[in-house]
């Protein structure tokens, strides 16, 4: 079985699909009884989410955001 440490090495390549069955195998069968590390999953998953909304967002519409935060900004 993997140790924790070793499944914060691999959680990029997991969480990419970047790991053979055996290792995702693994890396679940970890995950389904290591709260801590289900957690730390779990956070990295958010985080990535977040990460490429900003992103896009960014992209889009940065003068948008510029705009809003000046606004926001004169206000106070």
């Known amino acids: 079985m993997l140790s924790c440490r070793d499944l914060a090495h691999k959680a990029d390549a997991f969480l990419d699909g970047e ?5 995702k195998l693994q ?3 970890h995950l389904s009884m290591c709260n801590g ?5 779990d956070q990295m998953r958010t985080t990535r989410q ?8 960014s992209a889009n519409n940065d003068t ?3 705009d809003i935060l000046s ?3 004169m206000k106070k």
């Open 19 to 23: 790991l053979s069955s055996w290792k």
């Open 27 to 29: 890396v679940r069968l």
């Open 37 to 41: 590390c289900y957690a730390f999953m």
């Open 50 to 57: 977040l990460v490429k909304a900003e992103a896009q967002v």
């Open 64 to 66: 948008k955001i510029d």
């Open 71 to 73: 606004e926001f900004h």
